[in-house]
């Protein structure tokens, strides 16, 4: 059973503009979401966190929303640049359990 | 201050071998979890150790098993490898009290399975 989900499998963006990367639970058991970004041939690297007791994470150019009524969150990343192309996770978890990922996005943003 | 560092990178088996996958936690964690990523979907957690105990584990059949030394290092074994088991195979430390925010992932181990 998939508790969380990224639809869309890829997103092409220009650079400086916003990226808008988004992930749907299943789980109201879900207390903790994260995001991870991850390159080829590494493995994912932690990239923002939100509680769910906040609606709202910011992290410079890295914000990422919840809106539990939707159990929905998003990750925008403003202004997008050619280094962050990679396929993005996101995660999330009950009660420090383990994470359940989502299959990823993979971003390109062009020159 | 090391990373977490898994080994072999790639291993090549045939159906119905074994496989022993290693990882070095990342300095000061006592927390192990493997992850298996099939190609196209996220990783999917097989099992936690915490002290050399298990601490947790997802829908995997017993034929996936582990361990961890006082060191805190682990090890992932596959025995009867069947072709659905090629995948990439990812390693995560974090310390205690931690919620993800420390969970360091090693680079993987590209397992394929003929």
């Known amino acids: 059973d998939q508790q969380v989900k990224q639809n869309s499998p890829s997103l092409s963006v220009q650079e400086g503009r916003i990226s808008i990367l988004n992930c749907d639970y299943t789980n109201s058991m879900f207390d903790y979401f994260l995001w991870y970004k991850k390159y080829p041939a590494e493995g994912p690297t932690f990239l923002i966190s939100i509680s769910s007791i906040k609606d709202k994470n910011e992290d410079g150019r890295f914000t990422v929303f919840l809106n539990k009524s939707a159990k929905h969150l998003s990750l925008h990343i403003v202004p997008s640049q050619p280094g962050d192309s990679a396929v993005y996770f996101c995660a999330a978890s009950d009660r420090g359990h383990d994470m359940r990922f989502g299959a990823g996005t993979r971003l390109t943003v062009k020159p | 201050e090391t990373g977490v560092t898994q080994s072999p990178t790639h291993l090549i088996k045939t159906r119905g071998q074994q496989v022993t996958l290693r990882c070095s936690s990342q300095s000061g964690h006592n927390t192990v979890s493997w992850y298996q990523q099939a190609l196209g979907q996220g990783p999917q957690f097989i099992f936690q150790?915490?002290?050399?105990?298990?601490?947790g584990r997802g829908n995997f059949p017993p034929r996936f098993s582990g361990l961890q030394f006082p060191n805190y290092s682990s090890e992932l074994n596959v025995n009867a490898l069947e072709l659905d088991d090629s995948a990439l195979y990812l390693c995560?430390?974090?310390?205690?009290?931690?919620?993800?925010?420390?969970?360091?992932f090693g680079q993987g181990t590209r397992l394929t399975v003929v």
């Open positions: 995560a430390s974090s310390a205690p009290g931690q919620r993800g925010t420390e969970a360091f």
């Open positions: 150790y915490y002290r050399e105990e298990e601490n």
